[in-house]
Nanobody, 122 residues
């Protein structure tokens, strides 16, 4: 089970850190990712990290502003979001899959957490 948290209301230019804690099973061998869905839009890929943490990927829209990381000891994945923009407003979901390519190239990872709402005001 994946539990996302850390969302909230922030002004443009501000920062938030999302957390995704795993419970019930260890996801240490899984690739992890963050996705988001804005109102009226389809869910989209935001960022992913391999099981080792050695490789990360980002959507072009968040490169240079967002950083994904994972803490194996805590079974937790983080998304540090800086310089937030109103267009970052969305429900953010964490997800996991044994295959990194699935996380990076699709919206079909096998395991999903509930979403956490991020609202960025202008």
């Amino acid at each position: 089970q994946l539990q996302a948290s850390g969302g909230g209301l922030v002004q443009a230019g501000g920062s938030l850190r999302l957390s995704c804690a795993a419970s019930g099973r260890t996801f240490s061998s899984y690739a992890m990712g963050w996705f988001r869905q804005a109102p009226g839009k389809e869910r989209e890929f935001v960022s992913a990290v391999t099981s080792s943490g050695g490789t990360t990927d980002y959507a072009d829209s968040v490169k240079g502003r967002f950083t994904i990381s994972r803490d194996g000891a805590k079974n937790t994945v983080y998304l540090q979001m800086n310089d937030l923009k109103p267009e970052d407003t969305a429900v953010y979901y964490c997800a996991a899959d044994r295959r990194y390519i699935v996380v990076v190239t699709t919206t079909q990872p096998a395991h999903w957490g509930q979403g956490t709402l991020v609202t960025v005001s202008s």
